[in-house]
């Protein structure tokens, strides 16, 4: 197989940058580098794309090499035809090569190797032949008497069964048909599962109570809620095809036209199909739907986590931080505009305390003596109650006050880590958690990467997926969010900074030591006196990481270190200095660059129009953080509860998590609302993430409220069309 055209024809891409690509990954290369900085030799492909190319070159090449080691240990057997080479060279997934190894592979103990061992292989060949002879009294020709067992065949009968064995092994045995057999499982097949309702918690799947469904048409969460319910022993789950199918399919590769023994090999198939095939492609098309689903709920997790990482951090404010709980008090942080900790308390104004008066004088005059400006609440245990106590204390405060709910989940992982120890070890567990708080509202980025990404509480079924791919691509995600928004040097936590293109958490202490030891860094130049940090991690690390205030403005841009000069010629071209940044005049260096001809500037400067655009953008806003352009979190100053909805009523909410059957979108009322994939949009959908993802504000209309369940019934189309009635 050749790699490079394969991946070519699949991604869409040029065989010149297909070549590239796989070359800068061989190179070791990161992703984040070689779609910020490669723009040129990879046709301009982004971080998605490049991460799908690199999985996909991983699977290639271990297809590769399991053919290799496949056809040599088939040629080593002195077995190799050239029909085998071919069906090996044009398998195209690993199940299939798996499949024409299956004769050569060596086998256990089995009814057919036994009665291959007792020389029957002749008589079932010959009964394959399918050309008329006197079965029985060939069968007698076999009888071997004998007190070795593995050695006697007492009676034509039993060389008759033996050679039905090695027949039905055959058969199984046959790649093409293992293929046809799957594919018609997968296409016509159904899945059908019986519940036990005599188990725990078995009302969870009670609508699996009579399921019968196409395979085809079976959701991803469907398969994972399927799976999970057989695990706790409520389901039994088995598979289905047509016995019309299946038959036709295996006689059609036995069966010659009129065979004088038809009648004995359509029993030989169906005992093939029965106890040896159908039991394997059972399982295997059991694991390719749980893969599939898997890579589904994977992709799910990625689609929310990007948004809610990339949340627009709430800057240059100081924010209290509350961690909400009943018998031991709800513990408080207030942090400062650059997150470090000013005060810390305990209070009780929830049950059954409810120290209400106590409380409020408590928090009052924290928010006083810090000049507090927003309160950020977990939404964990008795939120509800501390959300009413906040809403009803900043009615009277002399200075304006908001809130917002934040989602906690992780915070209690993260207070009892040994980073969350070893960045307050004076605190508690609780303590700790009321500053993450805090700090999620005020840079979601910055707090979130501190958490095992598994824990941030996005998507669905996490702890069923496997685990190493989840942590793969959602470390993927959290690889890209840091990259694309770059990391001060001189301010990034060493957990921060292990995210950076090209560094680990070995040197990211590293630079954290030489920070305590020097001082702050300068210029970018000077993260080569890093320990361990050689030219290759400075390449990839350098562009992403910024320096405020330094001796060079373009360190606190997005301008790789090697492409300086180039922004230097840049300037000369268009008559600009580098000092000008201080007065704004190159905000419209893009704008100039455009009118002038990005084609033409790249070609006298001896760079490409890609690098050169990013230079232009970067020079025009250095330090922009790019999440500055994306919407501000919702803070609040009053409160609903489920009881006070409505139906009819017309909310603004928060989309706080995308699955594959709609979204969960938060109102304010302290249980989010189900908005079903066929109320998002008028336009046909696949799925809600086409339109929809975590952190977008939207307009919401309740049609439908259960308080005894808390389900919350929510339309945006409706919405919609009342917006548009009410203009009219």
Do not use: W
Not at 92 to 117: M, N, Q
């Amino acid at each position: 197989m050749d790699i490079a055209k394969e991946l070519s024809m699949e991604m869409g891409l040029s065989l010149n940058h297909t070549n590239n690509i796989i070359a800068l990954l061989d190179e070791g290369c990161t992703i984040p580098f070689i779609a910020r900085y490669r723009k040129e030799l990879t046709g301009s492909c982004d971080d998605q794309t490049l991460r799908m190319f690199d999985d996909r070159l991983k699977y290639l090449r271990s297809l590769t090499k399991r053919k290799e080691e496949v056809s040599a240990l088939i040629t080593e057997q002195g077995n190799m035809t050239e029909e085998i080479q071919k069906a090996l060279d044009e398998a195209v997934t690993l199940t299939e090569v798996e499949d024409i190894y299956r004769p050569f592979r060596p086998k256990r103990k089995t009814r057919a190797s036994v009665a291959i061992a007792k020389g029957l292989k002749p008589l079932a060949e010959k009964i394959l032949e399918q050309k008329p002879f006197d079965l029985m009294a060939e069968c007698a020709k076999y009888v071997v008497v004998s007190d070795e067992k593995d050695k006697c065949v007492a009676t034509p009968e039993d060389a008759l069964q033996g050679a039905k064995d090695i027949i039905a092994e055959m058969i199984s045995d046959n790649a093409t048909l293992r293929k046809e057999l799957r594919e018609a499982l997968v296409n016509k097949g159904f899945i059908k599962c019986k519940f036990d309702d005599s188990k725990e918690n078995s009302f969870t799947y009670e609508m699996y109570k009579e399921y019968n469904s196409d395979i085809k048409k079976l959701p991803s969460h469907r398969v994972l809620a399927i799976n999970r319910g057989e695990k706790e022993d409520i389901l039994k789950v088995e598979l289905t095809l047509n016995e019309e199918i299946s038959s036709g399919l295996v006689e059609s590769k036995v069966l010659k036209k009129n065979s004088p023994f038809e009648e004995l090999l359509k029993e030989v198939c169906q005992d093939s199909y029965d106890r040896l095939i159908f039991p394997s492609i059972e399982r295997e098309v059991r694991n390719e739907l749980t893969d599939k689903a898997n890579e589904q709920a994977i992709k799910m997790f990625e689609v929310n986590l990007k948004p809610l990482l990339m949340q627009p951090p709430l800057k240059n404010k100081v924010i209290l931080g509350l961690d909400p709980a009943y018998r031991t008090g709800c513990k408080i942080a207030v942090i400062n505009s650059s997150g470090g900790v000013l005060d810390t308390a305990v209070v009780y104004p929830t049950p059954p305390q409810n120290k209400i008066e106590e409380a409020t004088a408590k928090l009052t005059q924290l928010i006083m003596r810090h000049d507090v400006d927003v309160i950020s609440i977990g939404n964990g245990t008795a939120t509800k109650e501390s959300e009413i106590f906040v809403a009803n204390l900043i009615k009277d405060l002399p200075r304006k006050v908001t809130y917002a709910v934040v989602n906690e989940a992780g915070a209690s992982v993260y207070s009892a880590s040994k980073l969350g120890a070893a960045e307050f070890p004076d605190y508690d567990v609780a303590l700790r958690s009321a500053v993450s708080i805090a700090r999620r509202l005020q840079d979601p980025l910055a707090e979130l990467i501190k958490i095992d990404v598994k824990s941030i509480g996005v998507g669905q079924y996490q702890h069923d997926m496997p685990q190493n791919r989840l942590t793969e691509v959602l470390d993927g995600v959290v690889e890209n969010c840091v990259n694309t928004v770059g990391v001060d040097l001189n301010t990034a936590s060493p957990s921060l900074l292990s995210f950076v293109a090209g560094l680990n958490s070995g040197v990211a202490k590293n630079i954290e030591k030489y920070r305590q030891s020097n001082g702050e860094f300068k210029t970018r130049e000077e993260l080569k006196k890093v320990p361990k940090l050689g030219d290759k991690a400075f390449e990839q690390c350098a562009g992403f990481l910024r320096i405020v205030g330094g001796d060079n403005v373009l360190d606190n841009t997005g301008v790789h270190p090697e492409s300086y000069a180039t922004a230097y010629k840049l300037l000369e071209y268009f008559k600009l200095d580098i000092k000008d940044v201080k007065d704004d005049k190159l905000q419209l260096l893009p704008k100039m660059l455009e009118k002038e001809g990005a084609e033409k500037v790249a070609e006298k400067l001896g760079v490409g129009v890609p690098t050169l655009v990013d230079i232009a953008n970067e020079l025009a806003k250095p330090g922009r953080d790019v999440r500055d352009d994306l919407p501000k979190p919702v803070l609040k100053s009053a409160l609903l509860g489920i009881e006070n909805l409505k139906e009819g009523m017309v909310m603004t909410g928060v989309v706080r998590n995308v699955i594959d059957f709609g979204v969960f979108v938060d109102i304010s009322v302290h249980q989010d609302g189900l908005v079903h994939i066929s109320e998002i949009s008028k336009d046909y959908i696949k799925h809600p993430s086409e339109v929809l993802k975590v952190g977008d504000v939207v307009k919401v209309k309740v049609i439908g409220v259960d308080i005894n369940k808390k389900r919350i019934s929510l339309t945006i189309k409706g919405a919609v069309d009342d917006e548009l009635t009410e203009g009219l």
